[in-house]
């Protein structure tokens, strides 16, 4: 038995009341409008509240009642209007008003019924992509390495955690008016997100490589306070048991906040990129290989490295080229790094404008675009050797990672 709330036109109240009341649930109570059930739906003792896709009876107020409460909605859509109106508020959970009431049942059900659907059991890792700000590539690497990862035979996520800039879903030409990691966060923040919701709310990236789910971010850096961070930790936790790889591309900014404010239980802006980085298994930080990008990269790498554990860090420098850090980029790039920052080992990807705008005009991926790109055979080496860990091997088309980026 269910405990629910209404907030719908007489009519279709009429009509759900019955339902619910034949199928053994119990209507705890009875709104007018979104506001009404927003100021007692944390009393009203109810699991799951019922609403009518419209302005009067959904709003911001409600989400926001119902995401403290705990409380699951479900909205049914009489019309178009109500479906995009639900969307831009990022509720998932509609059904068309006249379904058969089974399906209805389900929808509001399904996050109590999907813990019989065993996923992977947790065994899926996290990888988190982060660098300092100035573009040095994040948003790039993250989309790159996804592809690289799906096109090795892995179940693929690619999560879009940036409360600065989130660029995931244009640069791959999806639709972000209702993003799907803040959706994914309010399941969450409601103890009810469960991988078939993840199937639903996330986006599919189409690719004859490899294909894999995007989480996309929010469309407005505004609401940057739906990504908490117990709601960003509980949903990569759920997408370690819906996939192999969650590649997270998460903001530039450590800072805390919490010395410039008064309230030390405020969310913070830059709590969905700390927790991400310190749920991740891997964490893989990225600079511009430039003068600036370098400078900028260093300075940020102290603060990484004081925010999270520093043997789950890979360096990766994008962007190696002559033109802008000399004849020899790669002996230039590591001794920077070595001499001002005890980095080792980096990883080192070349400059293919070219190819990367070809990636960006299209919203594909680089493997797609242009599999030979030698930024493209660098990303893949990586992802196989660091990633991966398969074991070196001579592969045709592609060099070492040095001889590419050199």
């Not at 590539?137 to 096109?151: N, S």
């Not at 035979?153 to 999806?174: E, I, R």
């Not at 511009?288 to 789950?312: C, K, M, Q």
């Amino acid at each position: 038995m269910a405990l629910v709330a209404l907030a719908l036109p007489l009519d279709l109240e009429d009509r759900m009341s019955s339902e619910l009341l034949r199928h053994g649930h119990d209507v705890v109570a009875r709104c007018s409008s979104a506001d009404e059930l927003a100021s007692i739906v944390s009393s009203a003792r109810a699991a799951f509240a019922m609403v009518a896709a419209s302005p009067r009876y959904l709003n911001d107020r409600l989400l926001t009642e119902s995401d403290a409460a705990g409380v699951r909605i479900v909205a049914l859509a009489a019309t178009e209007d109500g479906r995009r109106h639900a969307a831009a508020l990022d509720l998932r959970e509609v059904i068309d008003a006249g379904a058969p009431w089974s399906e209805i049942e389900r929808l509001m059900l399904g996050a109590a019924q999907a813990g019989g659907d065993e996923a992977a059991g947790g065994r899926g890792q996290v990888l988190a992509i982060w660098g300092p700000a100035g573009s040095p590539g994040r948003t790039t690497l993250a989309i790159a390495l996804a592809a690289e990862l799906a096109a090795e035979g892995h179940t693929v996520a690619l999560a879009d955690v940036d409360t600065h800039s989130g660029s995931v879903a244009p640069a791959l030409g999806l639709l972000d008016e209702a993003p799907g990691f803040a959706a994914a966060c309010r399941l969450a923040g409601a103890d009810s997100l469960s991988r078939p919701d993840l199937e639903r709310i996330g986006q599919r990236y189409l690719s004859p490589r490899g294909s894999f789910w995007v989480l996309t971010g929010i469309g407005r850096p505004s609401r940057w306070p739906e990504l908490s961070t117990d709601r960003v930790v509980t949903t990569i936790k759920a997408c370690r048991d819906w996939v192999d790889f969650t590649v997270v591309d998460t903001g530039f900014s450590l800072e805390n906040d919490e010395e410039i404010s008064s309230d030390l239980f405020a969310p913070r802006r830059n709590a969905a990129t700390i927790a991400a980085l310190r749920e991740a298994d891997h964490v893989i930080a990225v600079g511009s290989a430039d003068p600036v990008g370098l400078s900028r990269f260093l300075r940020a790498h102290v603060d990484l490295v004081e925010t999270i554990v520093t043997d789950r860090v890979t360096v990766v420098m994008n962007k190696i080229r002559a033109s802008a850090i000399g004849l020899n980029a790669s002996a230039e790039v590591r001794q920077t790094l070595q001499r001002f920052g005890g980095i080792t080992s980096p990883v080192l990807v070349p400059y293919d404008r070219a190819a990367l705008d070809g990636a960006i005009l299209s919203g594909r991926t680089l493997s797609d675009v242009a599999p030979k790109s030698a930024a493209r055979l660098a990303i893949r080496q990586f992802a196989r050797e660091r990633v991966l860990q398969q074991p070196v091997e001579a592969r045709h088309g592609s060099g070492r990672l040095d001889s590419a980026a050199g």
